[in-house]
């Protein structure tokens, strides 16, 4: 596709169930971020994934949140047992590679409601 | 936290108007970038800036860099109502992974 697509756009969940959201970024594009935001919050980094580099996994909030990218595109970030807290929007971003002054093109986001 | 800070929080102005929103950043960066977000979903890249330019413009936009002051500001002229939206600001990192941190936003709103 020409962008970078996210599925599913709106999720419901029960509290403590696990969920997987996924990241399609736009071919050729190896950095690829997730960010979350909180209603009317900025965007807080979870994690970065640059080519075959080792994932900087500093902004994951919990061991509950994890994130792989398989082959180098597609992207899945992983939240086990569910909070209530971990309702947000979450966003995917990619672009073509990190510190090339390039910019990032984001998805439409995955709404997470945890009930 | 390496996040930004942006301000002001919030922005209300009328049609016409010029809109200032800054930017303060705490480390090294190789460039700084300003994003527009409408209805809290996908954001939208406005302008690049890189470490070793002050100033860069694009159509009504005007972009400022201080590494001096880590600051940087937007200014919006003449504001247009289809202007109200967010605005965040993201800086690229100099370390050992260049990720891409963002700033807590200003919500603008211009009146009609």
């Known amino acids: 596709g020409a962008g970078v697509s996210q599925s599913p756009s709106n999720k419901v969940t029960e509290k403590g169930k696990d969920v997987e959201l996924r990241c399609d970024p736009i071919s050729g594009h190896t950095a690829l971020y997730w960010y979350r935001q909180s209603l009317g919050q900025g965007l807080e980094f979870l994690i970065y994934f640059q080519g075959n580099s080792a994932p900087d996994k500093s902004g994951l909030p919990s061991d509950r949140f994890s994130a792989e990218r398989t082959g180098g595109s597609v992207s899945t970030l992983t939240i086990q047992r569910t909070q209530q807290e971990d309702s947000a929007v979450y966003l995917c971003?990619?672009?073509?590679?990190?510190?090339?002054?390039?910019?990032?093109?984001f998805g439409q986001g995955t709404r997470l409601t945890v009930v | 936290s390496q996040q930004g800070e942006e301000d002001p929080q919030a922005l209300s102005i009328q049609e016409g108007e010029n809109a200032t929103m800054n930017c303060s950043y705490k480390?090294?960066?190789?460039?700084l970038q300003w994003y527009r977000q409408n209805s809290g979903r996908g954001l939208v890249h406005l302008i690049l800036i890189r470490s070793n330019e002050r100033e860069k413009h694009s159509g009504r936009l005007r972009v400022t860099l201080d590494t001096s002051k880590k600051s940087s500001s937007l200014l919006i002229t003449a504001s247009r109502a289809a202007d109200t939206a967010s605005y965040f600001c993201?800086?690229?990192?100099?370390?050992?992974?260049?990720?891409?941190?963002f700033g807590t936003g200003t919500r603008l709103q211009v009146f009609p």
């Open positions: 480390t090294s960066i190789n460039n």
């Open positions: 993201a800086t690229e990192y100099l370390n050992n992974t260049d990720k891409l941190i």
């Open positions: 971003a990619s672009s073509l590679e990190a510190g090339t002054n390039t910019e990032a093109f």
